[in-house]
């Protein structure tokens, strides 16, 4: 059974940047998609992009585009998200998800049917 | 982008009663449509998938139908864990609804 575990929570200053991890125990890493979503503190779920590890290739939304970078690590089966010149709205718990992999019927539809635990991030002066 | 709008944001309901939760999309998404549960301090779960089918695991009290813009989840009779947000989310272009939350009347 494939579980995502995240890196533990961060407390940053405003302009910095974070880089938080998501390692996939089980399963074969590259063969599905990993994304990333956010949720801010009594808000709603935000997705910030995804990344196809057998491929490299990630694409992001684009309310995030030039501030965030998804990469994978198939060695290591570990994913991460960085967000850099972070503000105090950036203050949230970012999870990754996984789609499965093609063939799945819930990756047509890409449905996240694993998530990591959460992390939480804090933007503070 | 396409925007999808949950209604209602919240709803008080009592064990027993069945609920409808209802997910509208600014353009059409086909069945490209996924339902989840979310309850506090824990990661979303999977619900509902390609509008109608029902994630492993998940108790046949749930339900989904719809295409194109309307979609609906359905709990045929509420249980005691079932109160918690839910959340539609769209994977045409991936992004979610605000969520509706479910509270104890």
């Known amino acids: 059974q494939v579980q995502l575990v995240q890196s533990g929570a961060e407390v940053k200053k405003p302009g910095s940047s974070v880089k938080v991890s998501c390692k996939a125990s089980g399963g074969t890493f590259s063969s599905y998609t990993i994304s990333w979503v956010r949720q801010a503190p009594g808000q709603g779920l935000e997705w910030m992009g995804r990344i196809i590890p057998i491929l490299g290739i990630a694409n992001y939304a684009q309310k995030f585009q030039g501030r965030v970078t998804i990469t994978a690590d198939k060695s290591t089966s570990t994913a991460y998200m960085e967000l850099s010149s972070l503000r105090s709205e950036d203050t949230a718990v970012y999870y990754c998800?996984?789609?499965?992999?093609?063939?799945?019927?819930?990756?047509?539809?890409?449905?996240?049917?694993?998530w990591g635990q959460g992390t939480m991030v804090t933007v503070s002066s | 982008d396409i925007q999808m709008t949950q209604s209602p944001s919240s709803l008080s309901a009592s064990v027993g009663d069945r609920v409808t939760i209802t997910c509208r999309a600014s353009?059409?998404?086909?069945?490209?449509l996924n339902w989840y549960q979310q309850k506090p301090g824990k990661a979303p779960k999977l619900l509902i998938y390609a509008a109608s089918s029902l994630q492993s695991g998940v108790p046949s009290r749930f339900s989904g139908s719809g295409s194109g813009t309307d979609f609906t989840l359905t709990i045929s009779s509420l249980q005691p864990e079932d109160f918690a947000t839910y959340y539609c989310?769209?994977?045409?272009?991936?992004?979610f609804g605000q969520g509706t939350r479910l509270e104890i009347k």
């Open positions: 353009q059409s998404i086909s069945s490209y």
């Open positions: 998800a996984r789609v499965p992999e093609e063939g799945d019927p819930r990756a047509r539809v890409g449905a996240f049917d694993i």
């Open positions: 989310q769209q994977s045409y272009s991936t992004s």
